[in-house]
Each structure stands twice: as structure tokens, then as C-alpha cells.
């Protein structure tokens, strides 16, 4: 798959399905993205004032959390290059009157900032949405400030006997079911399926993060390796 096809048909996907995909993406991980991600917020502990950037920040709830961290004091940013998917994010951030809190429409594989701007650079169930992984961990690693931290929290594929089976069984019969429920067509949700099934497996991701120029890199798995998150930093 070519550059510009993959790029083009993710974006084709997201706009699509902005709306639903709060919903959706509760349906699919049966809600347990949310406790994955405050699991990682509890590792990472930001503090008051501090700078992140969540990259392919989609409807901005990751965003959201960092900004709530970090407070009105702090910088935090969000990037995505569904405007669709922005505009939901917008609207959270306007509900909740967060108005110290910005979104970017932009390009994970070109970061719109300079060089060492956040202490926090993150990235949700998004990595496996671009077309290049390392050239945009790259780029994280490029605004992160020197001992700052990039994050990756992504679905995985398990590798445990018995409960990859289940694992296997449930994206092939039961995330199309919820697809149709809630994407328009079914080149959405096949799309969601597809990503994930042919993303880096753990030990690959973290050989990338090396790669990127990344150093202590650990990963941690959750829900037997149905997700897992990725940590390096960059050298001070």
C-alpha cells in the first residue's frame, strides 16, 4: 500500500465515522480503553504545568486528560488530520470550558512545532493509522525536550495461547457486528480490523522506539496483550 492510499483512505474512514467514534471505540474495546489509558496517565504523572502534544489526538479525550493534569498553567496541544474528528474534540473542550487547551489540524509524519517543546509526547490508538510508524516517532521524538517522554498506547495482537484464540474469534465475527452498527459502510470497521491485525507486534514496536533515537524504551501489556503501551525518552 502506497503512501498517499493509506493516507488518503484513513482519512477517508475518519471523517466518516467522527461521530460515532466515541461509541464505537467503547464498543470495540468493551470500555476498557479508558482504563488502559488512566493506567498510563498514573505511570506518567504529569504535573501541573507541564507541556504535552497528543499526536492523531482524534475527538481529543487523551488530550483532555493531559490538559486537566497539567492545568490551565501548562501547554497542552492536540494534532490530528481529520478535521472531522477535531470538530467533536472542539466541542468537548467548549462544553467543559477548557479553553487553555488547543487543537491542530496537521500531520503526525510533520510536526507543525520546533525542536524540544514538551515534556510529553503522546499517541492513541493512532500509530497504526499512519504511513510510516518510525518516521513519526521520529518527529515525536523530535518536539519532546531533551529526558521528556513519548508515549504509544495501542491495540496488540496477544500472543497467550487460548485467549489469542478468543481474541481472534472476536475481531473477525463480533467487531464487524459492531461495526455495522455504528460505521456507515463496511470498509470502516474492515479498516479498524485490519490495522490492527498487521501493526508491529510489542517487541517490534519498542526496536522502533530504539530506533526513533528513543532510550529506556518498556512496554506494558494490558487484557492478556490486547493493548500495550510503549515508553522511551529522549537523551538529555
Not at 37 to 58: E, F, H, Q
Not at 110 to 125: A, K
Request: proline share 3%; hydrophobic share 35%; with cysteine.
Amino acid at each position: 500500500m502506497g503512501q498517499q492510499t493509506k493516507e488518503e483512505r484513513v482519512h477517508e474512514v475518519f471523517e466518516s465515522i467522527s461521530t460515532q467514534y466515541d461509541r464505537m471505540n467503547s464498543v470495540i474495546s468493551l470500555q476498557l480503553h479508558k482504563v488502559w489509558r488512566k493506567d498510563v496517565m498514573k505511570i506518567m504523572n504529569v504535573k501541573p504545568g507541564d507541556a504535552s502534544l497528543d499526536v492523531c489526538c482524534g475527538t481529543a479525550d487523551w488530550t483532555i486528560a493531559l490538559g486537566q493534569a497539567a492545568g490551565a498553567n501548562g501547554r497542552t496541544e492536540g494534532l490530528d488530520f481529520s478535521q472531522n474528528m477535531l470538530d467533536v474534540g472542539q466541542k468537548k473542550l467548549e462544553d467543559q470550558d477548557l479553553t487553555y487547551i488547543n487543537l491542530h489540524h496537521g500531520n503526525a509524519m510533520e510536526l507543525p512545532f520546533e525542536d524540544n517543546q514538551f515534556d510529553y509526547v503522546t499517541i492513541g490508538f493512532g500509530l497504526r493509522n499512519v504511513p510510516d510508524y518510525l518516521q513519526v516517532l521520529k518527529e515525536m521524538e523530535r518536539v519532546v525536550k531533551p529526558g521528556g517522554m513519548v508515549v504509544c498506547l495501542e491495540t496488540s495482537n496477544p500472543t497467550m495461547p487460548v485467549y489469542k484464540q478468543v481474541y481472534q474469534l472476536y475481531f473477525r465475527h463480533l467487531m464487524p457486528l459492531a461495526g455495522r452498527i455504528f460505521a456507515k459502510s463496511h470498509k470502516e470497521y474492515s479498516w479498524l480490523q485490519e490495522s490492527t491485525q498487521t501493526f508491529p507486534s510489542k517487541q517490534q514496536l519498542a526496536s522502533l522506539f530504539q530506533e526513533a533515537g528513543l532510550k529506556d524504551v518498556t512496554f506494558k501489556s494490558y487484557s492478556g496483550g490486547a493493548a500495550a503501551v510503549h515508553y522511551g525518552r529522549k537523551n538529555k
